[in-house]
């Protein structure tokens, strides 16, 4: 039986991999701001096969309380054999120009929460000497680009901090995954107009349960992003800076 | 943050008709409550996973209830679940058929959604011993045109129950349900099919095989005279003993609107006539997996397609069991006579109606039959309508995309009640499909 934390538990794409991992017959500690909707969720897992299910709130920009709502899963749990992390939000780029606050805040919730609660996360698993740390950044932090480079900068920097704490827990027995998704359909892109390239949720939670259980290090996912993003990566920044991305 | 809006293009499983409409992606139930709670100007409906194949869920704006999909409790003493409205048939049976539990009335697809399957009051192929769905939900949590949540059963708010089952969305949006699954102890269903020469041996054996859980013909709908109405009954049984293994999602597509003159009246009569010799012998028996024996046409999706782009609707009526033999031998002779072709013509044998206002079963007989849209259908529909009407029987709401406003309040007598209903809670003022503005409601 697997023992799991999720923070942002509410996010559709951390949702639907709860719900694999519930049908797996896991333990949860969900952990999200929205007590409503993690109780739905919690019921939801329950009645999937979750052999139990703990619910916590948690503001992710509160960084006051990260050391206790951890320190509160891991005395749960016991053991714990995936940290998945899924909350974020996608920042209105224009309004980050014209304010400095907002650009910090957005930066605090999609970069530097995510490092804190890592940071406390990492100590205790390398002192248990297993488990997964699995966090959602995304394609938006292989390249910087005008429409939305503060999720980008946040994105890359916990895609950077992920890379550093792998190699640190590597010799510890503790996998680092780092989750790229491309374009998917959640709440989060509602306003979006939806292409050939969207995936649904579902098929990135899938994705997620695999390379978690293959112990990969990076997931581009939907896969062929891989390759997109391969492309764009060296697109030479003399070209890449009179395009309009 | 965004709630959501797409403006688009829908329309139902026959592709017709199509419209243009504000599709509404809400999130929570909270949302859903709010949302309502501040009236607008447009009609509104809610839509599950658009299996019905008219005009059912289709408004200026239509709510996707496909994001409400948690489970919230299940009783693993009784088989009680409780489920959000949007929760798919398809999705409750990969998770409960592992343990040993199997929906109590399934309609011939999976991809319809607990809300739809309450709202059209489905029936499957036990309606004569087990009735429709509604009758094994216990109670609903409804969302009125006001905003306020309420619960219904056969106990509190009762003519809402009795309303919002088989009631077509009009009364509110259905946000969850508890029905009651039963216990299966294989997912293989044994079943056993008849060859029968002609229309009355096939009623007859209807009334021969009435304990059988499952039973349907499949109609050779194009033969006539001596051989009209010879069909392939099929019986099923749940197997006793086996293993609880759930389907698995199929892939095969249509990717595409095919040419509609590949469905033409040759090749709908191949179909049929192979469909009747694929069994050689007059009786035979095999064990099937329960996902090709109830949902044949699930594993290739968007079959719809097949009908080309002016689409298909499906013609289901009912006619009371006193008009039996000679009523269906009166419209299947009509249509045999007009030499449009079905694909498919399932007969099925009902049992006792409910008490909802709307729900479609009556004891008799339904036929379903698909026939491709082209100039001169709706006429001659409009001509067994009549037919119909005749022998006491009427159409299929949630296959409707055509009928009459007259047509339907002759034979829906409890549609005075249904619109009083309405009334009272303010859902005439909000819930209208282009459905319920054709027929009157
Ligand atoms: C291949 C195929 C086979 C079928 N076989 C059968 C059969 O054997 N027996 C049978 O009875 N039917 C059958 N049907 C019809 C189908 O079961 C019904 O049309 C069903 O209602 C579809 O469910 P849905 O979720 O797609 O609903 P939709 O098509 O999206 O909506 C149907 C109606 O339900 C209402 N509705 C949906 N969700 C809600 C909600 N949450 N609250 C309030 N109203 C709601 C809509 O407003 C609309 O009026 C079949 C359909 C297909 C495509
Ligand atoms: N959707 C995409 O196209 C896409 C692409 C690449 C990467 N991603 C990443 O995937 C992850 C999951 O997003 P999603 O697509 O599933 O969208 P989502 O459903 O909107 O999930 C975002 C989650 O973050 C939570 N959250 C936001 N601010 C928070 C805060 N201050 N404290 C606590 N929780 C907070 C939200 O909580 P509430 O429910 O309470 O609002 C929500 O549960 C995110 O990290 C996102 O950046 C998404």
Same mark, same amino acid.
């Given at each position: 039986?697997?023992?799991?934390?999720?923070?942002?538990?509410?996010?559709?794409?951390?949702?639907?991999?709860?719900?694999?991992?519930?049908?797996?017959?896991?333990?949860?500690?969900?952990?999200?701001?929205?007590?409503?909707?993690?109780?739905?969720?919690?019921?939801?897992?329950?009645?999937?096969?979750?052999?139990?299910?703990?619910?916590?709130?948690?503001?992710? +920009?509160?960084?006051?309380?990260?050391?206790?709502?951890?320190?509160?899963? &891991?005395?749960?749990?016991?053991?714990?054999?995936?940290?998945?992390?899924?909350?974020?939000?996608?920042?209105?780029?224009?309004?980050?120009?014209?304010?400095?606050?907002?650009?910090?805040?957005?930066?605090?919730?999609?970069?530097?929460?995510?490092?804190?609660?890592?940071?406390?996360?990492?100590?205790?698993?390398?002192?248990?000497?297993?488990?997964?740390?699995?966090?959602?950044?995304?394609?938006?932090?292989?390249?910087?680009?005008?429409?939305?480079?503060?999720?980008?900068?946040?994105?890359?920097?916990?895609?950077?901090?992920?890379?550093?704490?792998? +190699?640190?827990? &590597?010799?510890?027995?503790?996998?680092?995954?780092?989750?790229?998704?491309? &374009?998917?359909?959640?709440?989060?892109?509602?306003?979006?107009?939806?292409?050939?390239?969207?995936?649904?949720?579902?098929?990135?939670?899938?994705?997620?349960?695999?390379?978690?259980?293959?112990?990969?290090?990076?997931?581009?996912?939907?896969? &062929?992003?891989?390759?997109?993003?391969?492309?764009?990566?060296?697109?030479?920044?003399?070209?890449?800076?009179?395009?309009?991305? | 943050?965004?709630?959501?809006?797409?403006?688009?293009?829908?329309?139902?499983?026959?592709?017709?008709?199509?419209?243009?409409?504000?599709?509404?992606?809400?999130?929570?139930?909270?949302?859903?409550?709010?949302?309502?709670?501040?009236?607008?100007?447009?009609?509104?409906?809610?839509?599950?996973?658009?299996?019905?194949?008219?005009?059912?869920?289709? %408004?200026?704006?239509?709510?996707?209830?496909?994001?409400?999909? #948690?489970?919230?409790? *299940?009783?693993?003493?009784?088989?009680?679940?409780?489920?959000?409205?949007?929760?798919?048939?398809?999705?409750?049976?990969?998770?409960?058929?592992?343990?040993?539990?199997?929906?109590?009335?399934?309609?011939?697809?999976?991809?319809?959604?607990?809300?739809?399957?309450?709202?059209?009051?489905? #029936?499957?192929?036990?309606?004569?011993? #087990?009735?429709?769905?509604?009758?094994?939900?216990? %109670?609903?949590?409804?969302?009125?045109?006001?905003?306020?949540?309420?619960?219904?059963?056969?106990?509190?708010?009762?003519?809402?129950?009795?309303?919002?089952?088989?009631?077509?969305?009009?009364?509110?949006?259905?946000?969850?349900?508890?029905?009651?699954?039963?216990?299966?102890?294989? %997912?293989?269903?044994?079943?056993?099919?008849?060859?029968?020469?002609?229309? %009355?041996?096939?009623?007859?054996?209807?009334?021969?095989?009435?304990?059988? @859980?499952?039973?349907?013909?499949?109609?050779?709908?194009?033969?006539?005279?001596?051989?009209?109405?010879?069909?392939?009954?099929?019986?099923?049984? #749940?197997?006793?003993?086996?293993?609880?293994?759930?389907?698995?999602?199929?892939?095969?597509?249509?990717? *595409?609107?095919?040419?509609?003159?590949?469905?033409?009246?040759?090749?709908?009569?191949?179909?049929?006539?192979?469909?009747?010799?694929?069994?050689?012998?007059?009786?035979?028996?095999?064990?099937?997996?329960?996902?090709?024996?109830?949902?044949?046409?699930?594993?290739?999706?968007?079959?719809?397609?097949?009908?080309?782009?002016?689409?298909?609707?499906?013609?289901?009526?009912?006619?009371?069991?006193?008009?039996?033999?000679?009523?269906?031998?009166?419209?299947?002779?009509?249509?045999?006579?007009?030499?449009?072709?079905?694909?498919?013509?399932?007969?099925?044998?009902?049992?006792?109606?409910?008490?909802?206002?709307?729900?479609?079963?009556?004891?008799?007989?339904?036929?379903?039959?698909?026939?491709?849209?082209?100039?001169?259908? *709706?006429? *001659?529909?409009?001509?067994?309508?009549?037919?119909?009407?005749?022998?006491?029987?009427?159409?299929?709401? @949630?296959?409707?995309?055509?009928?009459?406003?007259?047509?339907?309040?002759?034979?829906?007598?409890?549609?005075?009640?249904?619109?009083?209903?309405?009334?009272?809670?303010?859902?005439?003022?909000?819930?209208?499909?282009?459905?319920?503005?054709?027929?009157?409601?």
């Amino acid at each position: 039986m697997k023992n799991i934390l999720v923070i942002g538990a509410t996010s559709a794409i951390a949702e639907q991999t709860i719900r694999l991992y519930a049908q797996q017959g896991a333990r949860l500690y969900l952990v999200a701001r929205d007590v409503e909707k993690l109780e739905t969720i919690a019921a939801d897992a329950r009645v999937r096969g979750a052999a139990d299910v703990k619910i916590q709130t948690l503001d992710v +920009n509160d960084f006051a309380t990260h050391e206790t709502v951890i320190e509160q899963a &891991f005395a749960t749990l016991g053991q714990i054999d995936v940290v998945l992390m899924a909350h974020g939000t996608l920042p209105d780029q224009a309004a980050c120009e014209q304010s400095v606050e907002l650009t910090l805040k957005e930066l605090n919730t999609n970069a530097l929460s995510t490092i804190s609660l890592l940071t406390l996360c990492a100590n205790r698993l390398q002192t248990q000497g297993s488990g997964t740390l699995a966090v959602i950044s995304s394609v938006a932090g292989d390249r910087g680009r005008q429409s939305n480079y503060v999720y980008g900068a946040a994105k890359g920097m916990v895609s950077i901090f992920l890379q550093g704490l792998r +190699n640190r827990l &590597f010799a510890h027995g503790v996998n680092v995954l780092d989750i790229k998704p491309g &374009f998917v359909d959640t709440p989060m892109t509602a306003a979006f107009k939806k292409g050939p390239l969207w995936a649904k949720p579902q098929q990135i939670a899938q994705s997620i349960v695999t390379a978690v259980e293959k112990g990969k290090h990076t997931l581009y996912t939907p896969f &062929f992003w891989r390759w997109i993003m391969l492309i764009i990566r060296n697109i030479p920044e003399t070209i890449f800076k009179r395009l309009k991305l | 943050m965004n709630q959501g809006i797409n403006q688009r293009t829908l329309c139902g499983w026959g592709q017709y008709p199509k419209t243009e409409t504000e599709l509404l992606n809400v999130h929570s139930q909270r949302r859903i409550a709010e949302m309502l709670a501040a009236p607008g100007e447009k009609s509104l409906i809610a839509r599950g996973m658009g299996r019905s194949y008219g005009d059912s869920a289709l %408004a200026e704006q239509t709510l996707s209830t496909l994001h409400l999909n #948690h489970l919230i409790e *299940f009783n693993t003493d009784t088989g009680d679940i409780r489920c959000a409205a949007g929760v798919t048939l398809s999705e409750l049976l990969e998770i409960f058929v592992p343990r040993g539990w199997f929906l109590p009335v399934t309609p011939g697809t999976k991809f319809v959604t607990v809300g739809g399957a309450i709202a059209s009051d489905v #029936h499957g192929k036990n309606h004569h011993l #087990h009735g429709c769905f509604s009758d094994h939900v216990s %109670a609903l949590k409804l969302a009125l045109a006001n905003g306020d949540i309420i619960t219904c059963s056969r106990s509190e708010n009762a003519s809402l129950f009795y309303a919002t089952c088989g009631g077509m969305g009009l009364t509110g949006i259905i946000l969850n349900a508890t029905f009651r699954l039963i216990p299966i102890e294989s %997912a293989l269903i044994a079943e056993s099919s008849y060859k029968t020469a002609n229309l %009355a041996e096939t009623l007859e054996r209807f009334e021969e095989f009435e304990q059988a @859980t499952y039973s349907v013909a499949w109609i050779d709908c194009l033969s006539s005279g001596q051989k009209l109405g010879r069909s392939l009954l099929m019986l099923g049984e #749940h197997v006793p003993q086996g293993d609880l293994q759930a389907h698995r999602s199929g892939k095969l597509k249509v990717p *595409f609107n095919m040419p509609s003159q590949l469905l033409n009246r040759y090749s709908v009569q191949a179909f049929n006539t192979l469909y009747y010799h694929k069994q050689t012998r007059s009786h035979a028996q095999r064990e099937v997996h329960y996902d090709p024996y109830f949902y044949p046409l699930d594993g290739l999706h968007d079959w719809n397609r097949l009908y080309g782009k002016n689409g298909f609707t499906q013609y289901q009526f009912v006619i009371p069991k006193a008009a039996g033999l000679e009523g269906m031998q009166t419209i299947l002779q009509r249509i045999v006579a007009s030499k449009r072709g079905s694909f498919l013509a399932v007969l099925k044998a009902f049992g006792k109606a409910n008490d909802n206002l709307l729900s479609f079963p009556v004891e008799g007989y339904t036929l379903a039959l698909d026939f491709k849209i082209d100039a001169t259908l *709706f006429a *001659f529909l409009d001509e067994l309508d009549r037919i119909v009407l005749d022998f006491g029987g009427r159409l299929y709401l @949630t296959k409707d995309a055509r009928m009459s406003e007259t047509t339907f309040k002759q034979s829906y007598p409890n549609w005075e009640a249904f619109a009083e209903i309405r009334a009272q809670t303010g859902a005439d003022r909000c819930f209208h499909s282009l459905q319920s503005l054709r027929l009157g409601l």
